[in-house]
Nanobody
Framework: QVQLVESGGGLVQTGGSLRLSCAAS????????MGWYRQAPGKLRELVAAITDDSTTTYADAVKGRFTISRDNAKNTVYLQMNSLKSDDTAVYYC??????????????WGQGTQVTVSS
């Protein structure tokens, strides 16, 4: 079992920045990939960024060049640095962990989510 706890969401103006953190605990040794997803009202949950255990990264086209995902293995924490925020980035952001990026997965863990609101 893996527990994921997100923090760092909030209200920010267009063009501003936020950094989300996801602290992982439990049986994380089998988690080959950790990522951030988001879900806006009325929309499906979508992948924002992911990072593997060898630090290979993947980004959604909508956030490339603005968001950066990173991980601190010593702290079992994954970060999402979000710059140049737009109103379209408003969503609940979820941390996710699994043994691989593609689904189906044997393991697929989610945090409780943190709200990010970008105001114009």
């Amino acid at each position: 079992q893996v527990q994921l706890v997100e923090s760092g969401g909030g209200l920010v103006q267009t063009g501003g920045s936020l950094r989300l953190s996801c602290a992982a605990s439990g049986s994380i040794f089998s988690m080959g990939v950790m990522g951030w997803y988001r879900q806006a009202p009325g929309k499906l949950r979508e992948l924002v960024a992911a990072i593997t255990d060898d630090s290979t990264t993947t980004y959604a086209d909508a956030v490339k060049g603005r968001f950066t995902i990173s991980r601190d293995n010593a702290k079992n924490t994954v970060y999402l640095q979000m710059n140049s925020l737009k109103s379209d980035d408003t969503a609940v952001y979820y941390c996710n962990a699994g043994e691989r990026l593609v689904r189906p997965r044997k393991y697929d863990y989610w945090g409780q989510g943190t709200q990010v609101t970008v105001s114009s």
